[in-house]
């Protein structure tokens, strides 16, 4: 008997129906993955289901948990379902964490709303929560706040509270999205073994068809409301119906693909060019804490690389590596405790105190693009404000040559020109990071960094990225440093990838030869990370592929 079932579950905002007509249900000890791009309706459906949707949302179906029709049942009776009885998983770790709360109250939360528990069990079980989903040394960070955790450890406390009361249905919203492969395969291993231990059901959303290749025992594909395609996985992987899903399918099969060296014969020698960016012996530790009291924490160690001219260059790793210090270090964001950094032989960054001295010219040759372009766009202010800013702060440049300037940009980007008299939130997440790129390029820059730019969208809207970075670079000659945790991103759009760990350089080369024959156990162990072993021991038949 399904543990959680829904049928023809409909939901409208005023007059616009957003979803239509769908059902499935889940049953104990399985997962159901949900799959499709943003803005298909799968978080909505769930969060219509479970009653977390705004007053403005009219809920139309049935939604029966354990047996009991909950669709319309009072938010008292709803929120002890809640918790107790289904665990939530969402994406988003940090707008989700209290920033004034520590991990170990807010866990202790999870509990204590539902249950009374005695001080000491209650911290055991903090204590075990933590240790389960990955925390290193739980008893020294259970005191930390949000802040002093990695994207990815951030997360790990999101599913120990989700898990704190062992719940029969956990409801994961795109909870791996932005985590590296490691974490990522940790992460589902863990949700596997909560199911064997526990007999959880489980609905695990994603964009991605790789990642639910690994934990989904039934698949349901959606696109504009509606589903377009429901079965066991296996036949979804081995014979889908529909084109839809068989262009999700091979967006999810490229990326495991490549990462694993399938283009490796296929590249071309790299044609000789001239160094742009220089990265010197840099090292660059942090204050910490520690239950003995203050500490220096070494996050950087002896890290030395270069950008060539027109090249695109990976930087991998887990979360917490280092990746993102030496992207800012580059930007000038923040400067390195030994070493340097230098752009055409020029060095611009090295020891000192104090904010980093770069001139006009300088800041406008290295631009960055962020992982989140919502919260890298002035919320307030329309497109076409936000991308005349460079110029008006850079250039010298009349009103009405910015004006043009601004246009070719959005066309650059390949956005139309009405997106110039909206806000950010009236876009798309693959719209936004458009801007956000339309903004680096602005004043045409010899370096970007671009950090995570594509990790926090669908695979199909990642792929179109991909492609118009790889078009910018080709028009423009401009250089990119990527920094990324996906390493079949990386191994499409990047002529030389670096591998660090802890802070550590453990391998650098061409992409084809690092990902198609690692030599650092790291390497080996991040690519055997990579989601879809089920897609790569299953090809999809190549008369299914025919029709694709």
Excluded: W
Excluded at 101 to 124: C, F, M, N, W
Excluded at 137 to 142: E, I, N, Q, T, Y
Excluded at 270 to 277: A, F, H, I, K
Excluded at 325 to 335: E, K, S
Aim: aromatic share 4%; charged share 25%; hydrophobic share 45%.
């Amino acid at each position: 008997m399904p543990i959680f079932s829904v049928a023809d579950l409909r939901v409208a905002f005023g007059a616009v129906d957003v979803v239509h007509g769908v059902s499935f249900a889940v049953e104990p000890g399985r997962t159901l993955a949900i799959v499709g791009e943003s803005g298909s309706g799968k978080s909505v459906s769930l969060l219509g289901a479970t009653g977390l949707l705004p007053s403005a949302a009219t809920v139309r179906g049935s939604v029966l948990h354990k047996g009991d029709e909950i669709l319309g049942l009072a938010a008292g009776d709803l929120r002890r379902r809640r918790g107790a009885d289904v665990g939530f998983i969402f994406q988003d770790p940090l707008s989700n964490l209290h920033p004034l709360k520590t991990i170990g109250q807010q866990i202790a939360e999870a509990v204590t709303a539902h249950r009374k528990v005695g001080r000491g069990e209650l911290r055991e079980r903090v204590l075990d929560l933590l240790a389960d989903v990955g925390i290193p040394d739980p008893s020294a960070r259970v005191n930390d706040y949000p802040r002093q955790f990695s994207g990815g450890m951030r997360q790990r406390v999101m599913i120990a509270a989700a898990i704190a009361l062992n719940p029969g249905l956990i409801i994961a919203d795109e909870p791996t999205t932005a985590l590296d492969v490691t974490v990522q395969a940790s992460i589902l291993g863990l949700l596997k073994r909560i199911q064997q231990d526990y007999g959880t059901a489980m609905i695990f959303v994603s964009h991605d068809l790789a990642v639910v290749s690994d934990i989904a025992d039934d698949v349901l594909v959606m696109r504009a409301g509606h589903v377009v395609e429901q079965a066991p996985a296996e036949l979804i992987y081995r014979a889908p119906r529909q084109a839809y899903t068989r262009e999700l399918l091979g967006a999810a099969r490229l990326g495991g693909l490549v990462a694993r060296g399938a283009r490796s014969s296929l590249l071309p020698a790299l044609p000789s060019r001239p160094d742009l960016l220089s990265v010197s012996a840099i090292a660059r530790s942090f204050a910490g804490r520690s239950a003995a009291g203050g500490l220096i924490r070494p996050v950087l160690q002896n890290i030395s690389f270069t950008v060539r001219e027109n090249e695109i260059v990976g930087l991998v790793g887990e979360s917490g590596s280092g990746k993102s210090t030496i992207g800012r270090l580059i930007a000038g964001l923040d400067r390195p405790d030994e070493g340097s950094i230098s752009l055409r032989e020029r060095i611009y960054s090295r020891p000192g105190a104090g904010g980093i001295a770069i001139d006009r010219q300088l800041r406008s040759d290295i631009q960055v693009i962020f992982q989140d372009p919502y919260a890298s766009l002035n919320p307030r202010r329309r497109i076409r404000s936000i991308l005349a800013e460079p110029f008006i702060i850079g250039t010298r440049l009349d009103a009405a040559a910015i004006r043009q300037r601004v246009r070719d940009l959005v066309r650059d980007v390949e956005l139309p020109d009405d997106v110039l008299d909206r806000f950010p939130a009236q876009l798309s997440g693959g719209q936004r990071q458009r801007v956000a790129i339309a903004r680096a390029i602005a004043l045409e820059p010899s370096l970007i960094v671009a950090d995570e730019p594509v990790s926090a969208l669908d695979i199909t809207t990642q792929a179109k990225i991909i492609k118009l970075l790889q078009t910018i670079r080709r028009q423009r000659g401009l250089s990119l440093l990527f920094i990324s945790h996906d390493l079949g991103v990386v191994s499409e759009l990047c002529d030389r990838v670096i591998v660090l760990e802890k802070g550590v350089i453990v391998e650098a080369g061409e992409t084809g030869r690092v990902f198609g024959a690692p030599r650092h156990p790291y390497t080996v162990r991040l690519i055997d990370a990579i989601p879809g072993k089920a897609l790569q021991r299953n090809p999809v038949p190549e008369r299914i592929a025919a029709h694709a």
